[in-house]
């Protein structure tokens, strides 16, 4: 049977995992949507009545997937500083860079190489990352 000490960690570890994941979530529309909407939508080549239209088809779906996202980067993330056995808040930053580097350098690199996008979309991907 598992301790007090030892479900209160799980349930912080629960409540943990579901903040950052909407805080991911919410940091990628505030920067795509508010912050660098008109940029974004120019470089994707798309405007907002056309991306609300593909919203609206895609459904339920979208959301889903956003959120999913959010909630892969988060649990990699919190892999990452566990394994690595960091002990401030710093060394916890510095891993969030290395894994920013290593990761979603060559993802969005490849993006850029081989589905034609601008260098400027990939550098404005790469700084929300």
């Given at each position: 049977?598992?301790?007090?000490?030892?479900?209160?960690?799980?349930v912080m570890?629960?409540?943990?995992?579901?903040?950052?994941?909407?805080?991911?979530?919410?940091?990628?529309?505030?920067?795509?949507?508010?912050?660098?909407?008109?940029?974004?939508?120019?470089?994707?080549?798309?405007?907002?009545?056309?991306?609300?239209?593909?919203?609206?088809?895609?459904?339920?779906?979208?959301?889903?997937?956003?959120?999913?996202?959010?909630?892969?980067?988060?649990?990699?993330?919190?892999?990452?500083?566990?394994?690595s056995r960091?002990?401030?808040?710093?060394?916890?930053?510095?891993?969030?860079?290395?894994?920013?580097?290593?990761?979603?350098?060559?993802?969005?690199?490849?993006?850029?190489l081989f589905?034609?996008?601008?260098?400027?979309?990939?550098?404005?991907?790469?700084?929300?990352?």
């Open positions: 049977m598992l301790s007090a000490w030892t479900k209160s960690k799980s570890l629960g409540l943990a995992i579901c903040l950052a994941t909407v805080a991911f979530t919410q940091w990628g529309y505030f920067w795509y949507a508010m912050l660098l909407d008109d940029v974004w939508q120019e470089l994707i080549g798309r405007n907002e009545d056309e991306l609300i239209a593909l919203a609206e088809h895609r459904g339920w779906i979208q959301s889903f997937n956003t959120w999913f996202i959010s909630l892969v980067q988060v649990c990699g993330l919190m892999a990452l500083i566990y394994l960091a002990k401030s808040f710093f060394e916890h930053q510095i891993i969030a860079g290395i894994c920013s580097v290593f990761i979603a350098l060559p993802v969005l690199g490849n993006a850029v589905a034609g996008q601008s260098t400027q979309l990939w550098a404005l991907d790469f700084i929300h990352f």
